[in-house]
């Protein structure tokens, strides 16, 4: 299992105060972050945020 820096976990809570984001919005945060894409995905799950508007129908 990857530890998820604190500051990741931090951020995403801010973004996502409803408990979704959008994925543009979740792109945006992981460069903002310089983090891997795939680091706010695994964040947004352990935080239970669900991703919304997903660019490739996935969610």
């Not at 931090?10 to 903002?32: M, N, Q, T, V, Y």
Request: aromatic share 2%; hydrophobic share 45%; with cysteine.
């Amino acid at each position: 299992m990857v530890k998820i820096p604190d500051n990741v976990l931090e951020a995403l809570k801010k973004a996502a105060p409803e408990g979704r984001i959008s994925c543009a919005d979740a792109h945006s945060l992981a460069e903002k972050l310089g983090v891997e894409l795939i680091l706010i995905g695994k964040a947004a799950d352990e935080l239970k945020i669900k991703i919304k508007s997903c660019q490739l129908g996935c969610f």
